[in-house]
């Protein structure tokens, strides 16, 4: 964090703020800074996953914030962020050893799920639905949100339905009522 915030100032952004983690709700402690006018960049922290990621939010469109996205790898090596490929990313699922290990990469493999539904993904986040661990099925929730897939609310509503955890099953039904509210209304 301290190296984001050390590269952030020396390119000349603005800190707009800094909030801290709520670990009771798994909200992930949040620094941001304004790039240029309207455009802010926000780095969120959850050092019990291991996980960093930054995310760019445009009061100016998706076309604004889009240009400021694709930051240079080398800067954000430079502020400590580590960049993963594709391939990395799912294949750290599957090459998980113990369950923290397998949530955190579902996790990590949901915020850096495509646009658009992979089969790699897909494959990772049915599994994760069914895994023994409670832990892995939670963050193949999260990770499935993290993806926003709309057409996924079908899982979890699956998962709300039968899963032996009540806790899945009620986070399950709330993510599932998010993803159905984001799907687009048939002609």
Request: glycine residues 6%; without cysteine; charged residues 20%.
């Amino acid at each position: 964090m301290e190296r984001f915030a050390a590269s952030a100032a020396e390119v000349g952004w603005l800190s707009a703020g800094e909030l801290p983690a709520e670990p009771s709700t798994g909200t992930p402690r949040r620094s941001s800074w304004q790039l240029t006018t309207g455009v802010f960049v926000t780095l969120f922290q959850a050092p019990e996953r291991q996980l960093a990621y930054v995310a760019v939010l445009s009061m100016l469109g998706r076309e604004a914030a889009a240009h400021f996205l694709h930051l240079p790898e080398a800067s954000l090596e430079l502020a400590g962020l580590d960049v993963w490929t594709d391939q990395e990313l799912i294949g750290a699922v599957s090459a998980a050893s113990d369950p923290g290990e397998h949530a955190t990469a579902l996790i990590r493999a949901g915020l850096g799920a495509p646009a658009e539904i992979a089969e790699p993904w897909a494959r990772a986040f049915f599994a994760a639905a069914e895994h023994p661990s409670e832990e892995v099925r939670a963050a193949g929730i999260e990770a499935i949100m993290h993806a926003g897939w709309p057409r996924f609310a079908e899982l979890l509503r699956a998962m709300a339905e039968r899963d032996p955890s009540r806790d899945i099953r009620e986070l399950a039904q709330r993510s599932a009522s998010v993803l159905e509210a984001r799907t687009p209304a048939g002609p």
